[in-house]
């Protein structure tokens, strides 16, 4: 079945039913010309009305809507709602006219039904496909402002993509000191939701609670998506539970400033508004112009969070990644920084791409450390030219030779930042965001480069070029490594300071959206810190992203577990790094390392020569595995089978179902522990499973009915077979092959 937008109702004030085989999003206009939400979920079949609920309210400090008696917006669900009519919960509109107030009234005007779906221009947002997009337009006549709400239903994506434009058609500037890009108004009832926040080198750990009276922000105002909160939030009924009942999903897909108000009213509806962070903006609308939001992705299961996930795993695989990439399976890699860090030079490079041939991995990465004057994080960012005495042949030079190895190359870039010690800076002041008379707070000794200004973009576009174009760079490491700090341009007027981190934001969808387009084989890593801005925004324009600087395998189970709520492993990197750990000193085996790594579809290591030599051949075997399980990783299905603090299992089935993989890990060990089973979740129940490496094999029912029983660690224990290894960090990755 396709997508589906059925109108219904009289039309001057029209019902929308948006539907495909699962889904329904209704809203209609009420006689007062407001756009009414009804329904966000299961189908609903196309009708000439629909239950929409009590609106006549006799409630004291209630007031009416203008003189519709009895008619009170204060807990109408609606579309697209403002402040200050009758309606006092978190806008999403909020303008100060021409006359200088903030009132508006925006009253459905009219409608168009399009095949497939826009673009959005200068923002990244979801490809169509099978689509159908409805574009309605709400006006208000006195504010002169006019609205035109985006809303695509995709026919094999239980999504809802929105976006909002804003319209100033008076003669005036207005200020627009909100904008969200949806409202997701849903009916009174006790809901949890479920957020990801954190930290550097702990981001993205889920964190699950009741929605509270009064308003919850998840939001950024970083200049990027940030590490503390992602702009993504699930609600779902407090029964709802990894497999079964409802979800009602955000995600957006934007990587600056964000906000996700999660508001629950004082007649406990629930109104979620998604959009750039209305603190500290505020955009100058002139007269004639119009303001277009970034999209919002609206994603609604009934087979509960890990149902959710399927679906946002699919989406971003096949409408939000790069198309050349979202397919492939990525190259194995040795990356140079917790090899090398700053100290790296062409016979080190050469030295370690020797050890990555040999290892079996397909591609060396050079990280941080390459071009001029860089030897410690204090200088040189800007000055993207190959360090004359690290790299006198220059790097393409070096690229080209670790090419004829057999070898893929890759190269980090930081390019949004620049060292006040750099000839960049020293050369052009002004080119940081800053302002007047105020001295720019550090970060990492760095200062961000104001890429609003058209200049900056097309200065560090003809840096990277100038590599790029050698033809011997198959990968770039994307890094952005500080947060804004006294956030203004010096290329914008008084009055449009505060449009400054949304500009930025233009700027860098351009200049990336430049380069990638001039060289879309390369494959790109998102990188910031980590995990400081790994959103749908920048996974549009780059395969995949370096999800967290917490290399060591134990820190990173939550925060792969955290983003599989939302991301599919075929935009998680991830590589067996060092031990102790440089991170926070842990030892983990090397199975454990590259076990837990396994679930990331871009995988590889970061370790000198030394310790390539010392474990070369569990590197070797694991290489091996890597390669050829690469496929499976980036075509799989992944799903969340057990988490909680002491043991994680994962699950990640092949995209054809023949090979299963089941990932098991035990944190902390412990004598004598019960025994324990994992169901697994989505395998054919009438077929056998051989576990790999055994004579035994399982039906498919049995191994979602009965569960597996999880290897146990006990003292008296003669072999690791049956058992698992002594200690803390243990893993066991079964495989098995549907037969
Ligand atoms: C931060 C990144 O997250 C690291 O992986 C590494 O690339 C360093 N920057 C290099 O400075």
Redesign the pocket.
């Known amino acids: 079945m396709s997508a589906h937008i059925y109108v219904s109702g009289d039309t001057a004030a029209p019902s929308f039913n948006l539907t495909n085989k699962n889904l329904s999003y209704i809203f209609r206009v009420s006689p007062e010309g407001i756009l009414e939400h009804l329904h966000f979920g299961s189908r609903v079949e196309p009708s000439a009305h629909y239950p929409s609920g009590p609106k006549r309210l006799h409630r004291s400090c209630t007031l009416d809507f203008q003189d519709s008696k009895l008619y009170s917006l204060s807990d109408v669900p609606q579309e697209y709602p403002v402040f200050g009519t009758s309606d006092n919960r978190t806008p999403a509109l909020h303008v100060i006219n021409a006359d200088g107030n903030t009132t508006q009234v925006f009253r459905y005007a009219s409608h168009r039904i399009v095949d497939d779906k826009p673009m959005l221009d200068g923002l990244p947002c979801a490809r169509g496909g099978d689509s159908k997009t409805l574009l309605v337009t709400i006006v208000d006549e006195v504010a002169q402002l006019s609205v035109e709400l985006s809303y695509t239903i995709y026919a094999d994506h239980d999504v809802v993509a929105r976006s909002s434009q804003v319209f100033n058609n008076g003669e005036r500037s207005v200020s627009i000191e909100q904008a969200m890009s949806s409202c997701l108004d849903l009916p009174a009832a006790e809901y949890d939701l479920l957020h990801l926040r954190g930290t550097w080198a702990r981001e993205l750990n889920q964190e699950r609670m009741t929605v509270p009276q009064g308003r919850f922000i998840l939001e950024s105002a970083t200049g990027t998506s940030g590490n503390v909160h992602n702009p993504f939030v699930a609600l779902m009924d407090k029964s709802t539970t990894e497999q079964h009942g409802r979800v009602f999903a955000t995600a957006f897909v934007y990587s600056g400033n964000f906000a996700i108000n999660i508001e629950k009213g004082e007649f406990d509806s629930v109104r979620v508004t998604t959009g750039i962070n209305p603190f500290n903006f505020r955009w100058r609308l002139g007269a004639g112009e119009s303001f277009t939001t970034p999209e919002s992705l609206q994603v609604f299961s009934g087979a509960g969070l890990n149902g959710m996930s399927q679906i946002w795993h699919e989406f971003i695989r096949q409408k939000v990644s790069p198309l050349e990439f979202y397919k492939q399976p990525r190259p194995t890699y040795l990356n140079s ?1 917790e090899a090398a860090y700053f100290d790296i030079d062409e016979d080190k490079v050469l030295e370690l791409a020797d050890r990555t041939k040999a290892l079996g991995l397909e591609m060396l990465v050079v ?2 450390g390459w071009f001029e004057g860089r030897n410690d ?1 204090t200088s040189s960012l800007g000055d993207w030219y190959s360090d004359s005495a690290k790299f006198p042949n220059g790097i393409e030079t070096v690229a080209q030779k670790v090419k004829q190895k057999g070898l893929k190359f890759g190269l ?1 870039y ?1 390019p949004e930042m620049v060292n006040p010690e750099s000839q960049l800076f020293r050369q052009h002041p002004d080119w940081i965001i800053g302002v007047p008379n105020r001295i720019s707070s550090k970060g990492r000794n760095q200062l961000t480069l104001d890429l609003s200004r058209e200049e900056v973009q097309d200065y560090l576009f003809e840096r990277i070029d100038s590599v790029l174009s050698s033809g011997h760079i198959d990968y770039v ?1 994307w ?1 952005m ?1 500080r947060n804004m700090s006294e956030i203004g341009s010096f290329a914008l007027n008084v009055d449009q300071q505060l449009e400054t981190p949304h500009r930025y934001m233009l700027g860098l969808y351009r200049l990336v959206d430049k380069i990638i387009s001039k060289y879309p084989n390369v494959l790109f890593e998102n ?4 995990g400081n801005r790994f959103d749908l925004g920048m996974l549009s324009f780059m395969a995949q992203g ?1 999800v967290s ?1 917490m290399s060591e395998p134990i820190g990173r189970l939550p925060i792969i577990n955290g983003a599989s709520y939302l991301f599919p492993p075929s935009v998680l990197a991830s590589y067996i790094c060092p031990v102790p750990s440089h991170l926070n000193g842990r030892k983990v085996s090397l199975k454990t390392r590259a076990e837990v790594g396994f679930f990331c579809a871009a995988r590889g290591v970061s370790l000198n020569a030394e310790d390539v030599d010392q474990d070369f051949e569990g590197l070797t075997r694991y290489a091996k595995m890597y390669r050829e399980t690469a496929d499976d990783v980036v075509n799989g299905y992944f799903y969340r089978v057990q988490y909680d603090q002491n043991e994680v299992v994962w699950q990640l089935n092949s995209e054809d179902g023949n090979t299963v993989y089941l990932g098991y890990f035990h944190i902390l060990s412990a004598a004598n522990l019960p025994f324990r089973k994992a169901h697994l979740v989505n395998l054919d129940a009438a077929k056998q499973y051989r576990l790999v490496d055994s004579d035994l094999s399982f039906g498919g029912d049995a191994l979602m009915n009965m569960g597996l029983d999880l290897p146990y660690v006990c003292a008296m224990q003669q072999s690791d077979a049956d058992y698992l290894e002594k200690g803390d960090f243990a893993s066991r990755l079964f495989v098995f092959k549907r037969t």
Do not use: I, R
């Open positions: 920084w990280d941080d994080d980090w930081e490491k890094d490594n990188c910031a810190s980590g370096w600087d």
